[in-house]
Structures are given as C-alpha cells and as structure tokens.
C-alpha cells in the first residue's frame, strides 16, 4: 500500500516559531561553553605524558561533544538570519553541492548516490536554505537505509516548475508515520532532533514551493520539492 501527502504549507506556524525562538536561543547559549570544554580535552590529549588508555577516552569525549555540536547545529538552522538574502538559483548547482557535503556519510552506510540533471532549472530563494533543506532530506535518505542502498536525486522542469527528486531504497514511512512528518520534535530515531523535516517544510514553503511525499513501508520514498521557476515569478 502506497502513501501519498501534499504539504502545501507549514501548520502550526505559531506553535513553530515559539519553539524555533527557544530553540535557538538555548543553543547559542550552550555553545560557547562547549567549545571551551572542547578546547581543554583537546589539550589534555596531545599531552604526551597521557596514558594511552586515556588518550582514547579523551577520543570519545571529542567525539561525543562533535555529536552534541552537531545536535545543536541542527536547532541554529531554525533560527532566522537577520538577513534573508534571496537570489537567483541555478538548481543543479545546489544540488550538486549537497550530494557532494553528503557523500562521504553515503559511504561509510555502504549507500550509492546518483544523480540525473535532465534540465537546469532555475528558481529564485536563500541558496544556503536550499541546500540545508537538501541536505536534511538526503541525511534522513541515508538513515533510511541501514543495510545499504541507492539515494537518487534527480532534477527536471515541469511545466512552470522546478522539480527536485530525492529517491531511496529505505523502510519507508507508513500512512501515520507520514502524517506525523515535519511536526516538531517527531522522530523515529534514538538520536535523532526531529527538527529536520521542519526546516525542510518551512524553507520550501517560503519559497512559495511544495513538498510531495511517496512511500511504501519496506521499499523507499521518494520526496518530490517543487519550486515556481524563476522566469515566471518576474
Ligand atoms: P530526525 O531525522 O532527527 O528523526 P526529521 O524531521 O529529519 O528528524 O525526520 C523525522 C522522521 O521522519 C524520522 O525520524 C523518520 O522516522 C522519518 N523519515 C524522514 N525521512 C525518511 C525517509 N527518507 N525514509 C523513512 N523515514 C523517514
Ligand atoms: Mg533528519
């Protein structure tokens, strides 16, 4: 059984943009005192009386900070920059940007990218969302596939529309899974924010854009970015 949705725009905006507020707000809080920690531990390990044993403790406290770091990263993007530089995209360019930031974590899950760039759209927006937003859809691809498998991105224009295709071999989502996508703080993952799908929505849905969401519990999903073409907003 197939799952389609159309999420045409954010709900709850209200709701979205108290929690994206306090959000941000923490983590610009937190950060700084984790990068002197960070400063410290860093250190300590390249002290060469250490005990190699504690050497690779200090490792994994680099490492789990570096996650930390990284969860954090996740809620600044929900914070507004006090500049919304918008201009004109040249898709394929993002596109390919975002498979190249993402493949070395395609490889180390044994999963292969490829990608088909049969027009070159172009739309009009904040480059750096773009590319956030396909970023985070790409990373949930990968995550999809624990046992490896093919992340497809493809790019066409369809009628006035940009079409931006991202294709995955994963579980899959099902009907309530779906429906629950996007909504703060959903996630299925022991590690995971939720906040990611937000983002994502959020972005496209400033961009007057859309997202389609296809998926069959146990074979893939496929999410469909559809943004008005520059030439026809101007
Ligand atoms: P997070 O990745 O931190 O869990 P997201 O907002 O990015 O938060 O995604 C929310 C949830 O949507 C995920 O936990 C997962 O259950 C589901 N999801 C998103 N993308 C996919 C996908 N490509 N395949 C299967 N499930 C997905
Ligand atoms: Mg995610």
Do not use: W
């Not at 809080?29 to 060469?48: A, L, W």
């Not at 900070?65 to 809620?75: E, H, K, N």
């Not at 790019?155 to 579980?171: C, F, P, Q, Y």
């Amino acid at each position: 059984q197939r799952h389609m949705v159309l999420k045409r725009e954010m709900e709850g905006m209200e709701q979205m943009k108290l929690v994206s507020e306090l959000a941000a707000s923490i983590a610009h809080e937190i950060r700084n005192p984790m990068t002197v920690v960070r400063g410290f531990i860093q250190m300590f390990q390249s002290d060469e009386k250490v005990d190699p044993k504690n050497r690779n403790y200090y490792s994994i406290m680099l490492k789990e900070l570096d996650r930390a770091q990284f969860i954090i990263t996740d809620y600044l993007s929900l914070a507004k920059p006090q500049k919304e530089e918008e201009e004109v995209i040249q898709v394929n360019q993002v596109a390919s940007a975002a498979i190249e930031v993402i493949t070395p974590f395609a490889n180390l899950n044994s999963i292969c990218v490829n990608s088909t760039f049969e027009d070159e759209p172009v739309i009009y927006g904040n480059v750096g969302k773009l590319q956030q937003c396909l970023i985070n859809i790409f990373k949930n691809a990968i995550e999809a596939m624990p046992n490896g498998g093919t992340l497809h991105v493809s790019t066409s224009v369809k009628k006035d529309k940009a079409v931006i295709e991202i294709m995955d071999t994963g579980i899959g989502m099902s009907k309530e899974e779906l429906d629950r996508l996007g909504k703060p703080f959903y996630t299925t993952k022991s590690k995971g924010t939720g906040l990611g799908m937000m983002v994502c929505f959020s972005i496209i849905s400033n961009m007057e854009g859309s997202i389609l969401v296809d998926s069959k519990v146990g074979s893939g999903t496929t999410f469909q970015i559809i943004v008005p073409l520059y030439n026809n907003n101007y």
